[in-house]
Structures are given as structure tokens and as C-alpha cells.
């Protein structure tokens, strides 16, 4: 008799040419990732040549009951590490059945950006650093942590190991792979300041492919911890007090940033996040200014500030990046929470279409 296990393990190609797959969305809260699996004749390698599917919307928030089909566009593929073979997840976009893009689909005002002329010409890069924290799910309390009570002082976690230090490695470990499985660029992955909590990097990325591979990251995170029973948290301070908060600082250059006398475009482009910074913010996740106190390794979410090597500003320009005189810049103030649609197109946006005039 065969195992659950050897039949979710089974391999389709010996037997079927078809394939199974997965297509993902957000739903109506803006975080909660939805999917739903769907068979195809054959192997698939480009989203144009995927069907178009629809969902009940009444049942995430995102349409009425007596209106409620939404239609999901395919817009990546990216490899299965659960079902592997030639399965895929899909991430898609989702519109009305007049091919509008209902409210939360914040990809198609993104991809409107990305795809102008000079935004497309500075070829903008991005690196974005996610945090998150492991929940034991029975008591909704970071995991290793003591149950009602608290660990030793913040100090000895960050990028720590033992067993009285890290906690959750193999689902990072687990998570690491399948992501490099499913092809995605993650470049990265370390245990963070606070017990339960950690990060991974997705990047360098270019316009809408950085947004696209952050959220299959997730989605890829949250089906390894429904399989390990824990629950991963993306908000961006989990716990009141002297505890770090979670954020998800986005690294960001363009082609002029990148090429000789790039400093000087980087401080104009910063200054230019400066003028629009009550705008940033507002986009930059809910729940944020719990997390932007002015402690804690982030700037005041109040005022906004940059500097050499600073953890402590709203935006971080690296030593290495000075010295040469080209580069990157970090902006630290995106949570935890964020939509990376949102934030990478906004900075492009500020950096290169936007005029004070």
C-alpha cells in the first residue's frame, strides 16, 4: 500500500505529459496570498501562452456576492519546488471581467511604470531584504521563546547559531532552496537581531520581476511553514518593547547610479525621496510607524534623513558606493508588511519621472 507521502511524491512525467499548475494572487487584505491548482495539457514556459482563470471575489474581499467573478491574468511562471517535475506556480494579477484592474491589483499601475521609455532606459535594479518572524502557531509567540515569558536580551541572535540562538533553520534552509529551485534570485539568508526572527534577499532584480519573485517568495515561505505547523508573521513589529522590529529594506540603483559620476545622481535622487517623503511613507506598509521610532537601527518616521553607513537613517548610502563615487542606496523605511509592487515602483517612479514642478 503507498504512502500520502510517496503518492504527493510521485512523478507525473513517467506516466503524463500533463502538468499541474499553481496560480497565485492576493487577496482583498493586500498580504493574504490565495492559489488554486488547475491542470494543463503539456509543459508551459511563457505566461501568454497560459489560460486566464477566475475566482470567486465575494470570498476574498475583493468583489460583491451578487458580482463576484474575478478573472486572474497569468503574468510568471516560476518551477514547483512542491510538485516539481514540469509543474509551475503562476503569479497572477487580477481584473473585473471587463478587463479593468479591480482595486487591490497594484502589479498592472506598476507595470504601467516600468514600462515607461525612461524608466525602462535606467534598466532600475532592486534588492529587497525581507524580515519576517516565526509564530509558534498554538500561542501566536515567536518561536523559542518561552511560553508567557521572554528570551535572554536581543545580542547573541543575530546571524547566531545554537540552539539556544536560532530558531526555525530548516524551514529557512527549506525556504533558501525552493526558492533557488523555483528560480527565483534569492541571494541571500540570515537570522535577524530579534530571537524567531529572520531574513532573506531577493535580487539584484530588475522593475516588475523584483516584485513578482518577492511575493512567489513568500507564497513559497508560507507553504513550507503551513508544512512545519508554524506561522509566519510579516508584521512589522510582532512584539511591543525593546525588541526589534521586521522591515524590508530595498536596495535601488539605476544605469546612471551604476556608471562614473553615479554619486552625484544618487544624491539628487535622494533628495528628491526626501521631498516626497509623507508620501513614501504612507505607501511603505501599515502598521510602520510602530516599527520607524528612531530606535532600533531605523530613522523617525516623522523626518526624514540620509547618510554614510547609517542604520540609523531613513536612507543608507554604503561605504563601498562613496568611495567609488557609484552604486546603490538603501531605503530602510519600507515594513515588513509592504507591497513590493508599490514600493519599487514608487521609487522609480520619484527618481525618474517625478518633478518637484
Request: aromatic share 10%; net charge negative.
Amino acid at each position: 500500500m503507498a504512502l500520502v507521502t510517496d503518492l504527493i511524491n510521485l512523478n507525473l512525467t513517467d506516466s503524463t505529459p500533463k502538468i499541474i499548475a499553481e496560480y497565485i494572487w492576493i487577496g482583498g487584505s493586500g498580504m493574504d496570498l490565495r492559489s488554486k491548482a488547475r491542470t494543463l495539457s503539456g509543459p508551459v514556459d511563457d505566461p501568454k501562452k497560459l489560460p486566464k482563470w477566475n475566482y470567486d471575489g465575494s470570498s476574498t474581499g475583493q468583489a460583491p456576492g451578487e458580482d463576484s467573478e474575478v478573472i486572474l491574468y497569468p503574468q510568471a511562471i516560476f518551477k514547483d519546488p512542491f510538485r516539481r517535475g514540469n509543474n509551475i506556480l503562476v503569479m497572477c494579477d487580477a481584473y473585473t471581467p471587463a478587463g479593468e484592474p479591480i482595486p487591490t491589483n497594484k502589479r498592472c499601475a506598476a507595470a504601467k511604470i516600468f514600462s515607461n521609455q525612461e524608466v525602462e532606459k535606467e534598466v532600475p535594479w532592486y534588492g529587497i531584504e525581507q524580515e519576517y518572524t516565526l509564530l509558534q502557531r498554538e500561542i501566536n509567540w515567536p518561536l523559542g521563546w518561552p511560553q508567557g515569558g521572554f528570551p535572554g536580551p536581543q545580542g547573541p541572535y543575530y546571524c547566531g547559531i545554537g540552539a539556544d540562538k536560532a530558531f526555525g533553520r530548516d524551514i529557512v534552509d527549506a525556504h533558501y532552496k525552493a526558492c533557488l529551485y523555483a528560480g527565483i534570485n534569492i541571494s541571500g539568508i540570515n537570522g535577524e537581531v530579534m530571537p524567531g526572527q529572520w531574513e532573506f534577499q531577493v535580487g539584484p532584480a530588475v522593475g516588475i520581476s523584483a516584485g513578482d519573485e518577492l511575493w512567489v517568495a513568500r507564497y513559497i515561505l508560507e507553504r513550507i511553514t503551513e508544512i512545519a505547523g508554524v506561522v509566519v508573521s510579516f508584521d512589522p513589529k510582532p512584539i511591543p518593547g525593546d525588541w526589534n522590529g521586521a522591515g524590508a529594506h530595498t536596495n535601488y540603483s539605476t544605469k546612471s547610479m551604476r556608471e562614473e559620476g553615479g554619486y552625484e545622481v544618487i544624491k539628487k535622487a535622494i533628495a528628491k525621496m526626501g521631498l516626497r517623503h509623507k508620501e513614501h511613507i504612507a505607501a511603505y506598509g501599515d502598521g510602520n510607524e510602530r516599527r520607524l521610532t528612531g530606535r532600533h537601527e531605523t530613522a523617525d518616521i516623522n523626518s526624514f534623513s540620509w547618510g554614510v553607513a547609517n542604520r540609523g537613517a531613513s536612507i543608507r548610502v554604503g561605504r563601498d558606493t562613496e568611495k567609488e563615487g557609484k552604486g546603490y542606496f538603501e531605503d530602510r523605511r519600507p515594513a515588513s508588511n509592504m507591497d513590493p509592487y508599490v514600493v519599487t515602483s514608487m521609487i522609480a517612479e520619484t527618481t525618474i519621472l517625478w518633478n518637484k514642478s
